[in-house]
C-alpha cells in the first residue's frame, strides 16, 4: 500500500505496450527458468538455490557459506536486532569476545564436565602445549568481563550483547543445511542483576520476544498464538548447583509465567545444566514447534566465577545471570522464516527489492535513466565538483535494486523478476525518460503507479520503517 504522502496516478487507460507484462502474473515457460531443486531437498534448499543464498560444502561440515544474498538477510536480521536491544528500554551494550579460551575457563565454568564432548579443542604451539577450547557459548567470557571491574548496586542491571560467532561439535550424522550447523551465530545476551530485579529483567526479556514474534515475525495469522511458551526444569543428571537453588529458580520463573497471562507449558528435564529456562516456541508451515528465543536464570556460574557487587549496605552479594536470545541460532531462525515466506521476503528483508527494466535495451536514454534511478534507490556515493567519490551517510537506505538489461524480450525480463520474487518492478521507456515518472507495481499486484524517483525512495523508506 502505497503512503498517503506519496503522490501517485493509477493508470487505467490507453496503457503502454508493456502494461500486459506488468499488469500479468504469469511466469517463463518451463523452456526459459531451470527447473526447480529436486524433491528431496528442503524448501530452504530450493529457495535458496533459487536466490542463491547460501551453500554448504563437505570441506568445512557443519559450516554456512552465505552468498551475497543471503548475506543480506543475515545482516538485516542482525541490524534489526541491534536496533531493538539497544533502546534505553531494553538497555544492552554490544560487546565483542574472543573465540577460544583455555581450558581452565570451561572447567571453572563447568563447561568441561558437562560439555566438553561437543566443544572444539585447540592445542597451542607453544612450550606449554595447553588445551584451549572454541567458546560453545558466551557466558563464561561475559563473566570475566564483569569481574575486571568493581560494581555497585545502582549500577545493575548490567546488561551485555554479544554476536560473535560460536562453534559446537555436532555430530556428522546430525548436520542438516541451517538448522544444525557446527559454526552459527547468536543475538547472545547476558544480564547481571539483584535479587529484586530478576522479575522486571525476565518481563522485560519477554517484552522483547513479543516485540519480534507478535509484531514483526508473525509465523501465522492468529494473534493469540503466534509463538509459545515452555518452562523447561533442572535435568535428571548432568546438573550443577544446589537442588534448593535450583527449586527456588524455578518457582521464580513459574511467577513470572503467571504475572505475563500467557500461555505455557511445563517441559521437564529439558533445562540447562546450570539452571531452568523459558524457551519461545513457533510453529512452522506444517504446524511443527521449533524453539527460537531462550531465557536461563542461573545461579551457579555467579558463584562459580566469584561475581560481586556492593550493596547498599556496603556489603558484598552475588548478583544473578540471565541468559538471553531472541532470535537463537541466526542461522536456524533464517531456515524458519525461508521456510515460512518460501522465497517471497517481505520488502525490509527481501535481497531482491527492486528490479527495474528498460524497454529498449540499446536505448542508450533509457539505460542511463536506469542507471541513475538504481543509484537514487540504492543510495550510491555522490560524487563532488571535481569528480571524486563522496562518503556514503551511515544512516541513509540502501535498498537492493538491480537493472535487467539483457538482450532477452522484455516479457521475457518483466517474467522473470516476478519469478525472483522481486518485491517492485519498475519499467522505463521513451515517456518515462521524457516525464521522469516511472512505471511500477508490486510483485503481487496489477495495479500500476507512475512515480517519481524520489517517491519512490520516500515510498521504500517508509515501507522498510515499518518492517513491511
Not at 376 to 385: C, F, I, N, R
Request: charged share 25%; net charge neutral.
Amino acid at each position: 500500500m502505497f503512503p498517503v504522502s506519496v503522490a501517485r496516478r493509477s493508470v487505467s487507460v490507453q496503457l503502454p505496450a508493456y502494461a500486459r507484462y506488468l499488469s500479468s502474473k504469469g511466469t517463463p515457460s518451463n523452456s526459459d527458468t531451470p527447473e526447480p531443486a529436486g524433491g528431496n531437498q528442503t524448501i530452504s534448499q530450493e529457495v535458496s538455490n533459487k536466490q542463491k543464498l547460501y551453500i554448504t560444502d563437505p570441506i568445512s561440515p557443519g559450516s554456512i557459506f552465505f552468498l551475497p544474498n543471503g548475506t543480506k538477510i543475515f545482516n538485516k536480521l542482525i541490524q534489526f536486532m541491534k536496533q531493538q536491544q539497544s533502546q534505553v528500554k531494553f538497555g544492552y551494550q554490544e560487546v565483542i569476545t574472543p573465540l577460544i579460551f583455555k581450558k581452565s575457563l570451561w572447567e571453572q565454568s563447568g563447561h568441561w564436565e558437562n560439555y566438553k564432548d561437543d566443544m572444539f579443542k585447540v592445542e597451542s604451539t607453544d612450550a606449554s602445549k595447553e588445551t584451549y577450547g572454541l567458546k560453545p557459548m558466551n557466558c563464561p567470557g561475559h563473566c570475566v568481563m564483569y569481574n575486571r571491574f568493581d560494581h555497585s548496586y545502582n549500577e545493575l542491571p548490567l546488561r551485555y550483547s554479544d554476536f560473535s560467532p560460536l562453534h559446537r561439535n555436532e555430530a556428522s550424522g546430525a548436520l542438516s543445511g541451517l538448522t544444525r550447523v557446527r559454526k552459527f551465530h547468536q543475538d547472545d545476551g547476558h544480564i547481571f542483576c539483584t535479587k529484586e530485579q530478576v522479575e522486571s529483567e525476565i518481563m522485560s526479556c519477554l517484552q522483547l520476544v513479543d516485540l519480534c514474534y507478535g509484531k514483526v515475525f508473525k509465523f501465522n495469522d492468529d494473534p493469540e498464538s503466534t509463538y509459545s511458551i515452555n518452562l523447561s526444569t533442572r535435568p535428571k543428571d548432568h546438573y550443577i548447583g544446589e537442588l534448593e537453588v535450583w527449586d527456588h529458580a524455578e518457582s521464580v520463573l513459574k511467577d513470572v509465567l503467571q504475572k505475563t497471562g500467557k500461555k505455557w507449558q511445563l517441559n521437564e528435564g529439558d533445562g540447562a545444566f546450570y539452571g531452568p529456562k523459558l524457551d519461545i516456541m513457533v510453529p512452522d508451515h506444517t504446524g511443527k514447534s521449533h524453539q527460537v528465543a531462550t531465557i536461563q536464570l542461573d545461579f551457579q556460574l555467579p558463584k562459580r566465577f566469584e561475581l560481586k557487587y556492593k550493596d547498599k549496605d556496603n556489603t558484598y552479594q552475588t548478583p544473578i545471570m540471565i541468559h538471553r536470545a531472541v532470535f537463537g541460532s541466526v542461522e536456524r531462525f533464517m531456515s524458519l522464516l525461508i521456510d515460512h515466506y518460501k522465497g517471497k521476503w517481505p520488502f525490509w528483508l527481501n535481497p531482491y527489492q527492486a528490479m527495474i527494466i528498460p524497454i529498449n535495451t540499446k536505448d542508450t536514454k533509457q539505460i542511463s535513466a536506469c542507471q541513475k534511478l538504481r543509484e537514487q534507490l540504492s543510495g550510491e556515493a555522490g560524487v563532488d565538483a571535481e569528480g571524486a567519490i563522496e562518503p556514503v551517510p551511515l544512516n541513509s537506505f540502501h535498498f537492493n535494486v538491480a537493472v535487467d538489461d539483457r538482450a532477452e524480450p522484455l516479457g521475457y525480463r518483466i517474467k522473470d523478476a516476478i519469478v525472483k520474487h522481486f518485491s517492485y518492478l519498475i519499467i522505463i521507456g521513451d515517456e518515462e525518460v521524457k516525464t521522469g515518472k516511472y512505471a511500477i507495481r508490486t510483485r503481487d499486484s496489477r495495479k500500476l503507479d507512475h512515480l517519481t524517483g524520489e517517491e519512490i525512495y520516500n515510498m521504500f523508506s517508509s515501507i522498510e520503517r515499518s518492517y513491511k
